[in-house]
């Protein structure tokens, strides 16, 4: 039977195999070794979690006030500091060199070395205060983002994929984390120095300034240029990336049926394709760097030439100090390097730019299933299910999957959906679950639409088990307590026995605590089919949805899993999508679906007797010729 272990031949996968790997006695007594971690990120998560379409850098830097005050007031401290060397160093040669007294150079330099000490402390403390206070931010935008993707609709999940999705997650995140942990002190304290030496070159000499202002409109139209291209590489490299990252996403999900069909060699080539649309936006934003940054540091030179010349004569005519031109010297390589530090800032502001505004655009996605601005709560359900007119298309197509769907379910009915693939079935499904909302009509359970619902507290009183159940990571135990993580053993226990499924869990190596891979990958169909059943029962749901899955198992395996379903259905009301008639037979009633509309509705005999739609069905199913009766 397929219920049988699987072995790690199956093929676990790249994750699997990674997850698998025991790290090194060295690397683990590394770890062991490092002090506990003590910080705590202490923000607001009700906050961070809560939906908001509007939000940009300030909603993004919200409750994070006070630390960023200290953090900018120890750049300030740095960025002053900075300034009052020149001013110390002119002062030790005119008071001290000049004048042959060493009184005065001790001063300037012990003065120097104090406000280098000062510059320091304060770097130091800017670094680490920008930092948590980054790593704060980031994380409540993580939660913010997690969020929201689990609010969309599986509609924003059909349209879009995986790797795209986790580009907003990891690359779009760290390219925020780069800049505001590092760009953004660099960029304060480059500000701070550039206007803060603009006021010193004029209050030291005005007509030196002059000489050194020269430079700045080639300097702006360069900053204007750069700045404006920049912009269109970065938004088209974040782009590419996203193409990438869901390239290499969908191979590795389909790698199986890549190597099947023996694509490996075309995927290679698309995937070198979209790799090297990337690099060439990527090599475009470099090229501008390239070209930009000596071209400022041009412009310093050129200025610091001018100013020599211009300067020496002033000092030959003694109506400049030596020690003024020397500190002006330093002031205007103090004066283009902020500004070769706000372009590389620019840089990552550019992506990080990009990556902020890609992430609104996620936030900013509507869910199809808002929730009611006054909820109801569902402490319980009878289960009477009703159909309104019931109208549905997906997104944007114009193709009605369901038109005027007219159904009543009693409680504790088990009703069966038949129809041909894209009849309906499992539309109508995930109306139930209020996976979507109709487009128009209402779907409402005991008498109440599902808008009006609390959409947690409503779906705390379902069961649901796909066609292909997912499993995530962890042991037997967790899988089946996945809906209730607070069960205990016996609960757990006492939920398979009740579907069938302790003897499997019995044969495995472990029980209860046998590790299952991402997926269930190292369990056989069966194996996930019964742990998905026991998932359910342990939520003792009150409406149970089935896709039934047994179309892809093995007699044998098929026989074990329908008793186990039967077990599950009891007396609740009970949704099946049937895609084999065998099921649809043991169903209560029979609900036939034809192109979105209900063709036929009865028992399984009933609608045999008719030998309408159903019964062709039935009579194709069961290879017979002549006219079936119950």
């Known amino acids: 039977a397929d219920v049988a272990p699987r072995t790690a031949a199956a093929g676990p996968g790249i994750a699997a195999a990674m997850a698998g790997t025991p790290g090194t006695p060295e690397l683990l007594a590394q770890v062991a070794a490092l002090p506990p971690a003590t910080d705590t990120p202490d923000i607001d998560e009700d906050r961070a979690v809560r939906p908001e379409r509007a939000y940009g850098l300030r909603r993004l830097l919200h409750g994070f006030g006070g630390p960023l005050a200290v953090a900018l007031a120890l ?28 009184v005065g150079v001790w001063t300037a330099a012990a003065l120097a070395l104090i406000v280098v000490l000062v510059q320091w402390a304060a770097q130091i403390g800017g670094n680490r205060m920008t930092g948590r206070t980054g790593e704060r931010v980031l994380y409540s935008l993580r939660l913010k983002i997690f969020a929201q993707l689990q609010r969309l609709g599986l509609d924003y999940y059909e349209r879009e994929l995986t790797g795209k999705i986790m580009t907003r997650m990891t690359t779009d995140v760290d390219a925020l984390s780069t800049f ?50 920049s912009v269109k590489a970065y938004e088209l490299a974040r782009e590419r990336i996203s193409t990438v990252n869901g390239d290499l996403q969908e191979s590795v999900a389909g790698l199986r049926i890549v190597q099947a069909f023996r694509r490996e060699r075309r995927g290679q080539e ?108 569902v402490p319980a359900l009878r289960g009477d299910i009703a ?30 959906f038949v129809g041909e693939t894209g009849a309906g079935k499992s539309t109508l499904v995930k109306l139930v679950a209020r996976f979507y909302d109709p487009s128009s009509g209402a779907v409402r359970i005991d008498g ?62 472990g029980g209860y605590l046998h590790e299952v891979a ?17 998932r359910a029962e342990l939520v003792d749901p009150d409406v149970l949805l089935l896709d039934e899955a047994t179309a892809a198992l093995d007699l044998a395996t098929e026989a074990v899993v329908n008793q186990a379903t039967d077990r599950l259905v009891g007396r609740r009301t009970t949704l099946v999508v049937a895609h084999r008639l065998t099921t649809a ?46």
């Open 75 to 102: 750049v300030a401290v740095d960025a002053i500091a900075g300034l009052l060397l020149p001013v110390l160093i002119r002062q030790g040669i005119d008071e001290g060199v000049r004048l042959g007294a060493l």
């Open 518 to 534: 991402e997926r269930g990958r190292n369990l056989s169909a069966g194996q996930r089919q019964l742990l998905a059943l026991a």
């Open 270 to 377: 698309r995937f070198a394709a979209r790799s090297d649309a990337y690099r060439q936006a990527r090599i475009r934003g470099q090229f501008l760097i390239s070209v930009y940054f000596p071209f400022v540091q041009l412009l310093s030179s050129v200025a610091a030439a001018l100013v020599l010349i211009v300067g020496a004569d002033r000092v030959g005519s003694h109506t400049l100090t030596a020690g003024a031109l020397v500190a002006y010297l330093l002031y205007i390589d103090l004066f283009f390097a902020p500004v070769q530090q706000l372009s590389q800032v620019f840089d990552g502001y550019q992506q990080a730019s990009v990556s902020l505004g890609r992430i609104q655009e996620l936030l900013r996605e509507p869910t199809t299933t808002p929730a009611a601005e006054r909820p109801r709560e």
């Open 585 to 630: 037979a043991r169903a209560d009633r029979v609900v036939v679906l034809d192109h979105g509309r209900i063709a036929e509705d009865g028992s399984h005999a009933q609608l045999l007797a008719r030998g309408g739609r159903y019964a062709e069905l039935w009579r194709t199913f069961t290879g017979e010729e002549e006219e079936l009766v119950a």
């Open 448 to 509: 109440t639409d599902l808008r009006e619902l609390d959409l947690t507290g409503y779906r705390h009183r379902l069961g649901v088990v796909p066609q292909e159940p997912y499993l995530f990571a962890g042991t037997v135990r967790d899988a089946i307590a996945y809906g209730r993580p607070d069960a205990t053993d016996a609960e757990v226990e006492a939920a398979a026995r009740a579907v069938g499924a302790h003897a499997m869990i019995a044969t495995l190596d």
């Open 387 to 416: 159909f309104d007119d019931v109208h549905f298309h997906y997104g944007e197509s114009n193709e009605p999957a369901l038109a005027g769907i007219d159904l009543a379910i009693p409680a504790g009915q088990t009703v069966a």
């Open 180 to 229: 505001l942990q590092t760009g953004l002190v660099t960029a304060l304290v480059s500000m701070l120095t550039f206007f803060g030496i603009l006021v010193a070159l004029l209050a030291i000499d005005i007509q030196l300034a002059l000489v050194v202002f020269a430079t700045l409109p080639p300097l702006i139209i360069g900053t204007y240029f750069f700045r404006k291209q």
